[in-house]
Antibody
Framework: QVQLVESAGGVVQPGGSLRLSCTAS????????MHWVRQAPGKGLEWVAG????????YYADSMKGRFTISKDSSTNALHLQMNSLGRDDTAVYYC??????????????WGQGALVTVSS | DVQLTQSPSFLSASVGDRVTITCRAS??????LAWYQQKPNKAPNLLIY???TLQNGVPSRFSGSGSGTEFTLTISSLQAEDFATYYC?????????FGQGTKVDIK
């Protein structure tokens, strides 16, 4: 059974850092591109970052470039998001998601339960 | 970057109604569009990919259509469990973007 379980988020001060983890079961993380998507309180979904099959290629939304780093750990079958220089606008529920493909069509077919990150002093 | 604009942002409907949500892309994206349903405090759930292909396990009352810049999600007969927020998304090319969402509420 495919499952994505995220680590608990947390409260961090403005300017601080936090690392989120997402542990996969039922499939091998290196066999799929993976993504992070976030949702600020009462707002819509926002794509954060994505990584290729083996994790060698990474992509970020403009507002996250230089601050966030997405990575995979094959030894633990986990996806990570290192977040630095956090601001209040980064307060959100963060979801990890698996990308699957049918031919040339890609989509996010499995999601974690979400981790709440609150940036507050 | 591709911008996705959904309409309406909010709609009230009754059980049994036919509901249509539109997603317009700022540039041609072929059929590289997916639809998700999200209920409060839950992760999104994939409904449609490739603009019109129903994900396994999704009820057949859901359907998607469109290509290029205009796409539609239709619920043929709204059920109680369908009251939720719906999002369209294109994944590639990067950066990926979502529409702003359409909340379907009970009339």
């Amino acid at each position: 059974q495919v499952q994505l379980v995220e680590s608990a988020g947390g409260v961090v001060q403005p300017g601080g850092s936090l690392r989120l983890s997402c542990t996969a079961s039922g499939f091998t993380l290196l066999a799929y591109p993976m993504h992070w998507v976030r949702q600020a309180p009462g707002k819509g979904l926002e794509w954060v970052a994505g990584t290729s099959f083996a994790g060698g290629d990474t992509y970020y939304a403009d507002s996250m470039k230089g601050r966030f780093t997405i990575s995979k750990d094959s030894s633990t079958n986990a996806l990570h998001l290192q977040m630095n220089s956090l601001g209040r606008d980064d307060t959100a529920v963060y979801y990890c998601a698996r990308e699957s493909r049918r031919g040339r069509i890609s989509f996010l077919d499995s999601w974690g339960q979400g981790a709440l990150v609150t940036v507050s002093s | 970057d591709v911008q996705l604009t959904q309409s309406p942002s909010f709609l009230s409907a009754s059980v049994g109604d036919r509901v249509t949500i539109t997603c317009r892309a700022s540039q041609v994206i072929g059929d590289f569009l997916a639809w998700y349903q999200q209920k409060p405090n839950k992760a999104p759930n994939l409904l449609i990919y490739g603009a019109s292909t129903l994900q396994n396990g999704v009820p057949s009352r859901f359907s998607g259509s469109g290509s290029g810049t205009e796409f539609t999600l239709t619920i043929s007969s709204l059920q109680a469990e369908d009251f939720a927020t719906y999002y369209c998304q294109h994944l590639y090319p990067y950066p990926s973007t979502f529409g702003q969402g359409t909340k379907v509420d009970i009339k």
